[in-house]
């Protein structure tokens, strides 16, 4: 079976990034993670990834002294791999139109609220603050805007009165795990169907 050759960029822990792993080890997955890569050097997905089997990378971007060529050795190593999608998890760095231009609608990204709401970061205390009685997760494409390209799927989850920021990233994180593999699922099946 053809599987869609795909990349999940990271910076810290990788638990979206484990859930994506593992979901394609199913024979019938339509994506197949090639490639890992971090520009942490110390973001513990690293090792996550190498004990799921899959190839990983770090690519320092304080190694580098612009984002054009931080990026530009991140698009060698995706295109030395065959890439054809990229999956965003935990990735902190926004991505410079030049980039975004070369992977266009090849990018995707979770992010931990219900956009439009909080773009940005810090989304569950900002959902607290604003008194949301409802708060979730975002799949979406990866356009030239901070988290704003165009949504693919949502998650949502219920705020209690009493949550605090980490009793809402967690339930959060719940959904994310979920929805990230049905969401590159259907992905993947319709790249490979658009053949
Ligand atoms: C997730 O909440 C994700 O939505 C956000 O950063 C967190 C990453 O967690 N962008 P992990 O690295 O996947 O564990």
């Not at 822990?13 to 199913?26: D, T, W, Y």
């Not at 612009?66 to 995706?78: G, I, M, N, P």
């Not at 410079?96 to 810090?122: C, D, M, Q, T, Y």
């Not at 920021?165 to 319709?190: D, I, M, N, W």
Request: aromatic letters at 6%; hydrophobic letters at 40%; glycine letters at 6%.
């Amino acid at each position: 079976m053809r599987k869609i050759r795909t990349a999940i960029l990271i910076s810290g822990s990788g638990s979206n990034m484990e859930a994506l792993i593992r979901a394609a080890q199913a024979p019938d997955y339509p994506a197949e993670i090639v490639l890992v890569i971090s520009n942490r050097p110390e973001a513990a997905g690293l090792a996550k990834a190498e004990n799921l089997g899959v190839p990983a990378r770090a690519i320092d971007h304080k190694a580098y002294d612009s984002r054009k060529a931080f990026e530009q050795d991140v698009d060698a190593v995706l295109r030395k791999h065959e890439v054809e999608l990229v999956c965003n998890a935990g990735f902190m760095r926004l991505l410079s139109p030049w980039f975004v231009g070369r992977w266009r609608e090849r990018i995707l990204n979770i992010h931990p609220a219900l956009l439009p709401k909080f773009p940005g970061l810090h989304t569950h205390e900002r959902a607290l603050a604003a008194g949301e009685t409802v708060h979730g997760c975002t799949i979406h494409i990866v356009d030239e805007g901070m988290d704003t390209g165009r949504i693919l799927a949502q998650a949502k989850v219920p705020v209690y009165r009493d949550d605090t920021p980490e009793t809402l990233a967690k339930r959060v994180l719940a959904q994310e795990h979920k929805l990230y593999p049905e969401t590159l699922k259907s992905c993947a099946s319709g790249l490979l169907n658009a053949r």
